[in-house]
């Protein structure tokens, strides 16, 4: 698999397994994330499986999950 960077074309990361929120709505407005192999995560809409990945570090991700578990990101609910 070629470095992957953000904006890649998340068909191009054929090696992986992408997943989604359980959570996740029938008409597909979610995002799906799949580790890659050298650790990194990459993120892309489900509504448009072919456009561009975003790759994130573990620990961007970690500090994300947490904060989402904190609340920190509440107010975008509204």
Known sequence: MQ???NGIPASSLREVVWHK??????NGNCVEI??????????????HPHGPALIYTPAEITAFVQGAKAGDFDHLMD
Do not use: C, F, T, Y
């Open 34 to 47: 799949a580790r890659l192999p050298d650790g990194e995560v990459a993120v892309r809409n489900s509504r």
């Open 3 to 5: 470095q992957a960077e």
């Open 21 to 26: 929120s359980r959570l996740s709505n029938p």
